[in-house]
């Protein structure tokens, strides 16, 4: 079931859905990095309605909605598997333009937020934010951003980004910063892309990045003398500058830095050429947050 209703602000729609297996840790705890399906075809259904090829580049003129900034939100609710979820989206429009009028930059930008619907107060269980970059992802390099805005689209009200958006915080920023009585562990881990971390887009698969991230993350805590098993990841944030394809090398940046029963996580990685040198600028990176649950 669908519902939904536009104004010139703001596209909103409801839908439902039940919890999988593969959301969920052995703890019936929804898991932050396992939620891009469930938001996924709720995504499709309700912008889809209006803009059938979102994510087809043989399409139209091109244009698609390309991940660009990810944010993922759950609050340690138990929700066992088969448990009914109500997913309340809204999708804005976020843009800049040239003198001329042409577009500079513009994003789609979804909230989703997840509720229980099977206790009677209907508790928020996860939050979930994505920046979805309008691309000709297909175009000759320098024409990958389109002109305009997709006409489907047309009749949301262009918003310029403010100071608080995630796309003002700059990619450089994604580290652990040192703080009072903390401790900050630091690590490096070569990578390789195969094929099969491919995705439709011709890119590594964003779930791909997520989960090689919150790996690195867990073994640094261990190598520093934790207990991996205690990490809770319950907020992760993830900035795709510079995507990657297979054959690709990369190096991987990790911290890990722990504090009064709660960590924060960072990993960044760089593009890294046949002859072994790494890129100067970060083309992924990701930031982690969580309790220390023992």
Not at 224 to 250: C, S
Request: proline share 4%; aromatic share 8%; charged share 25%.
């Amino acid at each position: 079931m669908v519902v939904t209703r536009q104004s010139v602000e703001v596209l909103e729609g409801t839908t439902e859905g039940a919890v999988e297996s593969k959301m969920l840790n052995m703890n019936s705890e929804l898991v932050a990095s396992k939620l891009t399906g469930a938001v996924g075809s709720g995504l499709y259904k309700i912008i889809g309605q209006h803009w059938p090829g979102c994510y087809d580049p043989r399409r139209g003129d091109g244009t698609v909605l390309l991940n660009h900034i990810l944010k993922f939100e759950t609050f340690g609710e138990i929700c066992p598997q088969g448990t009914q979820l109500r997913q309340d989206y809204q999708f804005r429009l976020v843009a800049t333009r040239h003198g001329n009028g042409q577009l500079k930059r513009g994003h789609v930008v979804m909230n989703c937020k997840m509720f229980n619907r099977e206790i009677e107060t209907q508790p928020l269980v996860a939050h979930v934010e994505f920046w979805m970059a309008l691309s000709r992802l297909l175009a000759p390099k320098g024409e990958r951003v389109p002109r305009d805005v997709p006409a489907e689209i047309g009749f949301l009200k262009e918003r310029a980004p403010t100071d608080s958006d995630l796309i003002s915080r700059d990619i450089e920023s994604y580290r652990c910063c040192q703080s009072d009585n903390e401790q900050i562990f630091q690590d490096t881990v070569p990578h390789a892309f195969h094929i099969d971390r491919s995705d439709q887009f011709l890119h590594i698969n964003t779930l791909v990045y997520m989960d090689q991230s919150l790996d690195h993350l867990a073994l640094l805590y261990q190598k520093a003398g934790g207990n991996p098993g205690h990490l809770r990841f319950r907020e992760l944030t993830i900035y795709f500058r510079k995507p990657f394809v297979p054959g690709q090398m990369a190096e991987a940046e990790v911290d890990v830095a722990e504090k009064t029963n709660q960590f924060q996580g960072a990993v960044r990685f760089y593009h890294v050429d046949g002859k072994g040198r790494r890129s100067e600028r970060i083309s992924t990176a990701l930031l982690a947050r969580g309790p220390l649950v023992q």
